[in-house]
């Protein structure tokens, strides 16, 4: 039988400000799988990337359950969720957010500076997680000397140095071109598929998502089926 | 950790190389001025060199003649009149001195205009201050005694005149007339009022003793005890005899004479707060609390210039870097260590702001030792990191507040660049 990672039981997220209210997602019952590479679609502003920070942990649902590896995480603080985020889970942004005053090396170290990590351990996984992502030979370069897809891969190679076991992809291709998109979705498949990294992703993109073992599609703050 | 902290500050403060000016200037200049400050009125009212017994000493620099009822008045320092009625019979002092302030005298020497500090002086002058003697010696009871025309000079005023050569037995002159060089005494700076001179002369070396008859004069009156506790009780005894003013030279005009005995604190505390205004009978209360009090305050409002300047700035720079920390805490970074690498990185900019404030300080104090002869200002080092410490307290405590709302946002609000505002 397969095993839950991360679920959601009738889950609601409501923006509140003082002057009104917008429901992002309602009646939110989603499971992923261990091993799973799950594509998330939908249109814009239907509430994707909400979903994906409540299976990230960095938003809070108004109501529902959430549970991580079988245990409730929908009341726990943030200092007792920071650490679950360091050690499980990975995230890919569109944009990349990658610090610009810090060369690649010391960009993708800093999953690891928020563990209990020697120096010369933090050097290994880094080392290791540029070679997984082909860019050892960047590493001591900025950012903005790297091109858009060597920038993700960066960003990837952060996303992966703590080996978690749940990498969120956020529009991980948006900002890309179609050659380098399909690189990073090979990156991915390949994290997927040789590392047993579950992999949660949201896309616009159909020929992207019809690579993964699943899709999820929302509309309207809803699972569509 | 703080390799990568360090970094990142380090980056920080080149990513807006103007606002980091602007910070570090506001450190800089702030420490600067209190450092200057500070030694300027360490130098003023400390004892050392030659006053380095001010405890035991109150001087008389002023003297003032005026009416009850009538508007007028007459100040000046005390004359020798003064000196003889109502000085020399006190029973505190274990010593008593008159001397003339320093006077500008010229001289010229192989067809160059020399400008000096000259100072006429009795014998007690030099028990009650203990200049450092380089070669010769002081002026003796018998200088005075005689009148000799001999003069004790400083070593400024030796390299000047003499260029190397023996000064000793030598002569100078100085306006019309001429001395004999009978010693040599280490420099002292401008800042030391009682001490403060270039050419020291027997008070009795003039041409006419006129001035033992004057009762004010440019002079100045030293009063000198043993016992540093007794210098109160020396006070109370001068205000005591000069409350009867029985030696009026001008009945008709005069019927209250002040003469207040101060230390140099008390002189710049009463300078400073303008309580010398003669027509007022200030001078029976001590300035110096209120000084001191005033003091404070303008220091800590000084320094609270920068520690503004930083908070503004701090905030500035927080909140443009919420997508930073929108990653760290999506990375699994906790509130209070987020708050913690804020928090080094304005201790970094504060430190730097030190170092540079410590490099500039004393060249401003060298600076201010051309400004006055025989400067002898000095970095105070506790003051300094005083000061320091302050700034950097408010350093950090206007990048921890920021930084914790910052940091409690949650990582998806901050990765979109939300702001705590």
Request: a neutral charge; hydrophobic letters at 45%; glycine letters at 8%.
């Amino acid at each position: 039988m397969p095993e839950s990672l991360i679920a959601l039981t009738n889950v609601q997220k409501i923006y509140r400000t003082d002057r009104m209210e917008t429901i992002a997602l309602q009646g939110v019952n989603l499971s992923v799988e261990r091993g799973e590479f799950v594509s998330i679609m939908g249109p814009s502003g239907c509430g994707k990337s909400t979903l994906l920070n409540l299976l990230g942990l960095i938003d809070r649902a108004t109501e529902g359950e959430v549970t991580f590896a079988g245990q409730s995480v929908t009341k726990l603080r943030d200092a007792q969720l920071a650490p679950l985020r360091n050690r499980e889970l990975g995230f890919v942004f569109q944009s990349f957010h990658l610090i610009p005053d810090l060369r690649v090396t010391d960009n993708v170290e800093v999953p690891l500076l928020y563990g209990k990590h020697s120096a010369s351990e933090r050097r290994e996984r880094v080392l290791e997680a540029l070679a997984v992502v082909g860019l050892d030979a960047r590493a001591n370069h900025f950012p903005a000397e790297l091109s858009g897809g060597q920038q993700q891969r960066v960003a990837i190679a952060r996303a992966i140095v703590g080996r978690p076991n749940l990498l969120l992809a956020d529009e991980p291709t948006g900002n890309l071109d179609s050659h380098m998109s399909d690189e990073i979705m090979a990156l991915l498949e390949r994290l997927n598929r040789e590392r047993g990294m579950t992999v949660v992703m949201v896309t616009h993109d159909k020929t992207k998502a019809d690579r993964s073992d699943r899709i999820v599609r929302v509309f309207d703050g809803q699972l569509v089926h | 950790m703080l390799k990568n902290y360090l970094k990142i500050a380090v980056a920080v403060l080149l990513r807006r190389k103007f606002l980091t000016f602007v910070n570090l200037f506001g450190t800089v200049l702030t420490l600067t001025v209190l450092v200057v400050a500070f030694a300027t009125l360490e130098s003023v009212v400390s004892p050392s060199g030659a006053q380095h017994r001010n405890d035991h000493v109150l001087a008389i620099n002023r003297v003032t003649m005026s009416h009850s009822t009538e508007f007028i008045l007459r100040s000046s320092g005390p004359g020798g009149a003064f000196f003889t009625s109502y000085v020399k019979p006190l029973r505190t002092p274990d010593l008593i001195s008159l001397t003339t302030q320093a006077r500008t005298g010229t001289s010229y020497i192989e067809g160059r205009k020399l400008t000096v500090q000259i100072r006429a002086t009795d014998a007690a002058y030099w028990k009650i201050l203990d200049f450092g003697l380089v070669s010769g010696r002081l002026l003796a009871p018998d200088d005075i005694d005689s009148g000799k025309s001999v003069a004790v000079i400083n070593e400024a005023t030796a390299r000047d005149w003499f260029h190397g050569q023996a000064p000793l037995g030598k002569r100078i002159v100085v306006g019309s007339h001429s001395y004999e060089v009978v010693g040599i005494v280490r420099d002292e700076p401008q800042t030391s009022a009682l001490s403060y001179s270039d050419v020291w002369v027997p008070i009795t070396s003039g041409e006419t003793r006129a001035w033992e008859q004057e009762f004010l004069g440019e002079n100045q009156v030293l009063l000198y005890v043993n016992d540093p506790a007794k210098r109160d009780a020396m006070r109370d005894e001068l205000a005591a005899r000069v409350r009867p003013f029985n030696v009026n030279p001008d009945p008709v005009n005069y019927n209250t004479l002040r003469a207040p005995a101060t230390t140099p604190f008390q002189e710049l505390a009463a300078l400073a707060l303008g309580r010398n205004d003669l027509r007022r009978d200030d001078w029976q209360s001590d300035p110096s609390a209120l000084f001191i009090a005033v003091m404070i305050v303008v220091a800590l409002l000084f320094m609270a210039l920068p520690a503004v300047n930083m908070v503004n700035l701090n905030v500035g720079r927080i909140m443009e870097r919420a997508p930073e920390i929108g990653l760290r805490k999506a990375a699994g970074a906790p509130t209070r260590v987020l708050v913690g690498q804020f928090i080094f990185e304005n201790l970094v900019l504060t430190l730097l702001g030190g170092a540079l404030a410590f490099a500039v300080a004393p060249v401003i104090l060298g600076v201010l030792n051309d400004v006055f002869r025989h400067g002898q200002l000095r970095l105070n080092l506790p003051v300094f990191v005083a000061g320091l410490a302050f700034v950097g307290v408010f350093g950090v405590l206007s990048g921890a507040y920021p930084a914790w709302k910052m940091a409690r946002l949650d990582p998806a609000a901050a990765l979109k660049g939300q702001r705590y505002a």
